[in-house]
Structures are given as C-alpha cells and as structure tokens.
C-alpha cells in the first residue's frame, strides 16, 4: 500500500513539475515577450528588436499542420495589405516543432515552393512559444507600441470561402484607429509538438 502511495505522489509531482514549464497564455496588456537571433528561411536572423513598428503581428505556426497550411494563402495576403514595404506593421512566423517535416531545412522548402513574402523564423528552443502562451498552429497575437491587444484565430472560420471577420485585421485597425480591439478568441488548428 505505501509503495502505491509512493507511486502516486511521484507521479503528481512529476505531473507538477511538467505543468510548471508551459507558461499561461499572455494576457492582453501584456508585454511582448523577447526573442533572440532566430533563424530564418533567407539565411539570416531575427530578434525582436528587429520589430520596431507600432504594431507587430506573430504567428506561430509551422509547415505540417494542415490548418496552418490552409491559413497560408491568407497569411500572404495580410502582408501585402499591412506589412509590406510601406506597410504599418512587422509581421513575423515563428516554427518551434522540431520533428523532421517542422525544422528549418523543411521550412525553407516550404517558404521558396509557396513564394512567402514574411520572415519565417525557427525556434527549435521553443522558447517564444512557451513565453506567449502559444497551444496551437496557427496562433496568432498583436501587439501595440509593445502591449498584447489580440490573440487567437485569425478569423472565424478555416475554410477562407467561408470566413466573414477577419480577427487580426480587426485587431490591426483598431490599433491604428485608436478603436477598441476585437475580443480575444481561441486559437484554431494543432496542437504545438512541445518537448519537455
């Protein structure tokens, strides 16, 4: 009886500790979490120091997931709009899986085979993903002069035919506007391949 005792008590506390390294999901109003020379798919590296625009827009996402995938064409889209060359926001994806088909190998096929027009960066730490609170692919959060006003899906339905309010743009034209951004949803896609 004490061994099964012991048993579960180690398993709690094994449970604990395991819970312990995932952070909470970033509140709105919370500052936007560092990161640090990550490569990226055109061979160099991205900080968030790099971003120095008002508004900054990360997506974690990463190459196999078939939402992420079908969130592609939209992603593209967003940039030309927003964060082009003249555009009023940095835009970065962030991949932090590490099974073969996720790592930066893969990444850059993906990027030159779709034509990506954004810096799309690894982080095989997983570091940035656990800072923001990141549960799936695609993930997406907003940040205004370094706050935290969106996080969620990018819009309300994943077959693009069939969306009707676009999130992320929403939450962009409230922080240029100055309106309320729209409320916080829950993210739409799988589940991020953490390791422990």
């Known amino acids: 009886m004490f061994r099964v005792v012991a ?8 449970l604990g500790m395991a819970s312990l390294s995932f952070a909470a999901p970033l509140k709105v109003g919370s500052p936007m979490p560092s990161f640090a020379n990550l490569q990226t798919t055109d061979g160099k590296t991205i900080s968030s120091g790099d971003l120095r625009k008002d508004i900054v827009v990360i997506c974690i996402t990463c190459n196999h997931c078939p939402v992420a995938i079908a969130y ?9 709009k927003y964060a082009g060359k003249d555009g009023k926001v940095d835009f970065v994806a962030i991949n932090v899986n590490n099974i073969p088909a996720d790592r930066l190998d893969k990444m850059k096929e993906r990027a030159k085979e779709r ?6 960066a690894y982080d095989p730490s ?3 993903a656990r800072d923001l ?4 692919t695609p993930e997406f959060f907003v940040f205004h002069k370094g706050k935290l006003i969106y996080t969620g899906a990018m819009d309300d339905n994943q077959n693009a035919s069939a969306a009707k309010v ?3 743009e929403k939450a962009v034209e409230a922080a240029l506007s100055g309106a309320q951004p729209p409320a916080c949803t829950d993210p ?3 589940g991020i391949k953490y390791e422990k």
């Open 7 to 14: 048993l579960l008590a180690l398993g709690f506390a094994v």
């Open 72 to 80: 592609e064409d939209r992603i593209i889209n967003f940039v030309k």
């Open 115 to 120: 034509g990506f027009n954004f810096t799309y």
């Open 126 to 128: 997983q570091k940035i």
């Open 133 to 136: 609170g990141a549960t799936k």
């Open 166 to 168: 676009n999130y992320v």
């Open 188 to 190: 739409v896609g799988c």
